[in-house]
């Protein structure tokens, strides 16, 4: 197919937009009449509320009301749960505790909404939120993951008794333990996967107002549709169809915008109580505590290996800390989300895992980038690297000698997953080679003439990819021939706008510049949509649009007979034309065509318009896979890593546009090195957020990083027709392991062979000096 | 007490009415509704709001309206030519995926402006550091760096 086709790198159509500053982001939208929403927020971590005085807030200058959690639940607002439910091998269900949009006579964490204030002008509602009283009775806090689960914590919900939501196993571990004897050797690591705040550059608010019965809503979200749900259902008691979410552009969502937020229900609620338009624009210290955060996780593990370094059984042990509250995935995430894969791409038959998700007095944790495989690559990756060292074997040896091969493909995995392709030892041999790994050591020697140690690591990885199992697509085509994409999938960075174009241009032959997206409102979107998260994008949307387009082709063809005076199956279609022997019409003239109804078959409904609502089976994903190399050098006297090198091998299947997949490869990565290097999320004892701004918390900038060559070692994948595995979350997976891996080399001399995430200068300077101090002793 | 300012914004004259607190982003944003600068942290770290002010790049989060008032503003609106054609630094994101979900965007493309004026055909390390100031969440910053040097080429090259 031509230049705008599958798989040509084609510039994206939403730029122009948003170089230009037309962007329609969430706060750009102004109601007339609108009031403006401030949040009080608990600066307690963990207290009892005795009482909310709103007096004086309430005749302070422009006030409109104040509300508080009681109110919200006198009008019969709902609370929030979370999805997931699992059992322990007892049978015993998991904790779900329930969550009132504002709390009510209790704060969990810094930073809870317990009032809210409309007043006219927002510098009006911030003030006059300062009057809101609140008198707490402070309660210990909670902070950290370890204390949370450890029988010595304070429990902050009573009624359950532990902050361990539930113990879950996937097996009884003494089933694998029998395995595990017979290991030659035994590798055991302790690792933490820090916490980090997702901080999508847009800062979280809504707009939303109440009209005729019906509530409009503009906010931040990865497609509305389950957010309308969620509104209509537990907070406004109203059919879906009247409440409507939009969701023009996005700046950023990876994973955590996909949530219905408990700010979204009060200002829904509030517009329809005071009969006002209600806009919040929240701020990045807000963000900070009021967007879910991702990963935290701390991990025992036990690796067992015969004589020639192959895997005989593996043992893990997750303490996940998912806040205050269990968000709507947060649970699932090292369970279904990425624990199940801790296997990775390596043929391990006897495994073994518990999870413990625990509450503590933190913001709660839910679907980041990876949700939940970036924690279980790493986790392997560290068993790999501790293996190496243990037996002696090189990094890539030991890996090579367990990885999956392709002749073992489809590979049913322990935990009942179908790898379906995947060419791992490729992945290997192409980022090895790309990094000149053999060459590694003169360049190290280089490094070391300039008092620097160098590094290199590598990781591999894979992640099944595809989030919920169902997506609508609808095309239209108008008579001039312009089609319409009606998205359920929703991009805020991905360039869908972009994508979804050259797809039709390679189905329908319809120019590129003809095709426009419509998507993130719900009013018009396809009504079975889900959204974009999950790496789901190409293959849920994709697959969707290539079904609507044969859809499409075949009413096309009947059409086209019609016009032609031919038998329908004689009509061909290929490049935007139908033909049948020596005539031909076009793909615009059959769409001008269907819209009068004398030239209609008998049976053929006018318009060409068609939509397909693509279901798959819950449990089958893809499974993006790759191996990414990483060299540092270290400078030992101040603990500062650089980023000299970086080579990411994916095989993303079937790419549908390199340029834009690169992109996403560039922007995982980034946001698992800034995890394995710079993030730390700090809760300090009284579980207070310490990292609350930009001016604390370590978000990666440009000079933090190298530039990362892509490359693609591409395997088509086999259970959908465009061969596509996910793209939008491998660099996260990839990056952290290969960056610690590199570090450690780096340090190898000094027998430091882990340091947890993140390496700053601090950590790195000091194990340094421990390591140092512990060889002269 | 409102104070009136006055200032050329993207070369039109405008005025209006301010608190001494009004930010220069608020009056851009809120009394001008030029909504293309955007705001993405509240301590001056992000650039998101970046625009130029007598031809250098500010952070108009950590400017008052009334310091702006008698100055020359210039906003992500008005880089382009009059008929729409882009800036090159624009040109270059569009060529070098310096974007994705673009909220960053425009303050990164005030800055590369800047830059590319003080640092003809800049090279690699001279613009991580120059973009200190500025964060980015989708790229990797590799898109903009590629495009600020490339631009920066273009522009001392006399190509603009």
């Known amino acids: 197919m031509g230049q705008f086709g599958i798989g040509q790198p084609v510039r994206r159509k939403e730029d122009v937009r948003l170089l230009t500053g037309k962007g329609l982001y969430t706060d750009d939208v102004n109601f007339d009449g609108q009031v403006w929403a401030a949040f009080v927020r608990s600066p307690q971590a963990h207290a009892k509320i005795l009482s909310i005085e709103t007096s004086a807030a309430k005749s302070a200058p422009g006030v409109v009301a104040v509300f508080t959690g009681s109110d919200l639940k006198a009008d019969g607002v709902g609370t929030l749960i979370t999805d997931v439910e699992f059992k322990d091998l007892a049978g015993k269900d998991m904790f779900r505790p329930k969550r009132d949009f504002m709390t009510i006579d209790r704060v969990r964490f810094v930073g809870e909404m317990v009032a809210v204030v409309l007043a006219e002008t927002q510098a009006q509602a911030k003030s006059a939120a300062e009057l809101v009283m609140v008198d707490y009775d402070a309660l210990p806090p909670v902070?950290?993951?370890?204390?949370?689960?450890?029988?010595?914590?304070?429990?902050?919900?009573?009624?359950?008794?532990s902050n361990v939501g539930v113990h879950w196993e996937n097996r009884p571990e003494a089933e694998i333990e029998v395995q595990m004897a017979k290991a030659k050797t035994r590798v055991i690591i302790d690792i933490v996967n820090n916490r980090v705040v997702p901080n999508p550059m847009e800062p979280r608010c809504a707009v939303a107002k109440w009209e005729d019965g019906e509530l409009t809503i503009y906010a931040p979200t990865q497609g509305g549709r389950r957010i309308q749900q969620g509104l209509a259902k537990t907070v406004m008691n109203l059919p879906a169809d009247k409440v409507r979410v939009i969701s023009a552009d996005v700046g950023g969502g990876f994973g955590i915008r996909g949530k219905l937020?408990?700010?979204?229900?009060?200002?829904?609620?509030?517009?329809?109580?005071?009969?006002?338009?209600?806009?919040w624009r929240g701020d990045r210290s807000e963000t900070f505590v009021s967007d879910y955060h991702g990963r935290d996780q701390i991990n025992h593990a036990e690796l067992g290996l015969d004589a020639n370094g192959r895997v005989v059984a593996l043992k893990v042990w997750t303490i996940v800390n998912c806040g205050a509250y269990f968000a709507e995935n947060?649970?699932?995430?090292?369970?279904?989300?990425?624990?199940?894969?801790?296997?990775?791409?390596?043929?391990?038959?006897?495994?073994?895992?518990?999870?413990?998700?625990?509450?503590?007095?933190?913001?709660?944790?839910?679907?980041?980038?990876?949700?939940?495989?970036?924690?279980?690559?790493?986790?392997?990756?560290?068993?790999?690297?501790?293996?190496?060292?243990?037996?002696?074997?090189?990094?890539?040896?030991?890996?090579?000698?367990?990885?999956?091969?392709?002749?073992?493909?489809?590979?049913?995995?322990?935990?009942?997953?179908?790898?379906?392709?995947?060419?791992?030892?490729?992945?290997?041999?192409?980022?090895?080679?790309?990094?000149?790994?053999?060459?590694?050591?003169?360049?190290?020697?280089?490094?070391?003439?300039?008092?620097?140690?160098?590094?290199?690591?590598?990781?591999?990885?894979?992640e099944p990819s595809g989030g919920r199992p169902t997506e609508e697509m609808r095309i239209a085509i108008s008579p001039d021939g312009k089609a319409t994409v009606y998205a359920g999938t929703h991009s805020h960075g991905q360039g869908h706008e972009t994508v979804w174009a050259q797809l039709l241009n390679s189905f329908l032959g319809i120019p590129f510049e003809n095709v426009t997206l419509v998507q993130g409102d719900t009013k018009i979107m396809p009504k079975e949509s889900a959204g974009t998260f999950g790496s789901r994008s190409s293959w849920m949307g994709g697959v969707g649009l290539q079904r609507s387009a044969k859809r499409i082709v075949e009413k096309g063809t009947k059409i086209a007979a019609n016009l032609m005076q031919a038998e329908p199956e004689k009509v061909s279609f290929d490049a935007g034309v139908f033909r049948a022997g020596t005539s031909s019409v076009t793909l615009a003239e059959v769409a001008k065509a269907s819209y009068e109804p004398k030239n209609l078959p008998d049976g053929v409904e006018p318009g060409l318009d068609e939509s397909y609502f693509l279901k798959r089976d819950p449990e089958e994903f893809n499974y993006p896979n790759g191996t990414h190399v990483i060299e540092v050098e270290v400078d030992p006297d101040l603990g500062k890593i650089e980023m000299?090198?970086?080579?990411?091998?994916?095989?993303?299947?079937?790419?549908?546009?390199?340029?834009?997949?690169?992109?996403?490869?560039?922007?995982?990565v980034a946001q698992g090195i800034g995890q394995a290097m710079t993030e730390m999320t700090v809760y300090d004892d009284e579980g207070q957020l310490v990292t609350g701004s930009f001016m604390d918390y370590g978000m990666p900038r440009a000079h933090h990083l190298s530039m990362i060559d892509a490359l693609f070692n591409e395997v088509p994948c086999k259970t959908n027709d465009l061969g596509v595995k996910g793209a939008g979350e491998a660099g996260a997976c990839g990056a952290p392991g290969a960056f610690v891996s590199a570090v450690c080399d780096a340090l190898k001399d000094f027998g430091i062979r882990h340091i947890d995430m993140?390496?700053?200068?601090?950590?790195?300077?000091?194990?340094?000096?421990?390591?140092?101090?512990a060889k002269k002793a | 007490m409102l104070i009136n300012v006055n200032m050329t914004i993207n070369g039109k004259a405008v005025s209006g009415q301010v608190e001494a607190r009004t930010l220069l982003v608020e009056f851009i944003r809120d009394h001008q509704r030029l909504t293309g600068t955007h705001v993405g942290c509240d301590t001056t770290q992000c650039g998101c709001c970046t625009v130029h002010v007598d031809g250098k790049a500010v952070k108009s989060c950590t400017m008052l309206a009334v310091q702006a008032s008698g100055k020359s503003v210039l906003t992500i609106e008005g880089l382009a030519a009059a008929d729409g054609t882009l800036h090159p630094v624009q040109e270059a994101f569009r060529e070098h995926h310096g974007l994705q979900c673009g909220f960053c965007t425009p303050g990164m493309v005030m800055v590369g402006v800047d830059i590319c004026r003080r640092h003809p055909n800049a090279d690699e390390h001279t613009v991580r550091l120059e973009l200190e100031g500025n964060?980015?969440?989708?790229?990797?910053?590799?898109?903009?760096?590629?495009?600020?040097?490339?631009?920066?080429?273009?522009?001392a090259g006399g190509k603009a």
Not at chain 1, 261 to 279: D, F, M, N, Q
Not at chain 1, 654 to 667: D, S
């Open chain 1, 261 to 279: 937020y408990p700010e979204l229900g009060v200002v829904s609620w509030a517009t329809r109580k005071i009969g006002r338009p209600v806009k």
């Open chain 1, 644 to 668: 000299l090198n970086y080579i990411a091998v994916d095989d993303c299947g079937k790419v549908l546009n390199p340029f834009i997949v690169h992109g996403q490869v560039y922007g995982g």
């Open chain 1, 330 to 462: 947060g649970p699932r995430l090292p369970i279904n989300g990425g624990g199940r894969i801790i296997p990775g791409v390596y043929d391990i038959e006897n495994f073994y895992f518990s999870v413990k998700p625990v509450l503590s007095n933190t913001v709660p944790t839910d679907t980041y980038r990876g949700a939940g495989r970036p924690e279980a690559n790493f986790l392997m990756e560290r068993l790999m690297d501790a293996a190496a060292d243990a037996t002696g074997l090189a990094r890539d040896e030991i890996r090579r000698r367990n990885v999956i091969k392709q002749d073992q493909m489809p590979y049913r995995t322990q935990m009942g997953m179908l790898i379906d392709s995947g060419d791992f030892i490729g992945n290997m041999d192409m980022a090895m080679k790309a990094a000149d790994w053999t060459g590694f050591e003169a360049r190290r020697a280089e490094s070391a003439k300039r008092g620097k140690l160098r590094g290199i690591g590598l990781s591999n990885f894979v």
């Open chain 1, 758 to 773: 993140p390496m700053t200068p601090d950590r790195v300077w000091n194990t340094i000096q421990k390591a140092k101090a």
């Open chain 2, 135 to 155: 964060i980015c969440r989708c790229t990797g910053y590799q898109g903009i760096v590629e495009a600020i040097m490339d631009a920066s080429a273009k522009m």
């Open chain 1, 143 to 161: 902070g950290s993951t370890a204390f949370a689960a450890s029988p010595d914590s304070p429990v902050i919900w009573e009624e359950h008794g």
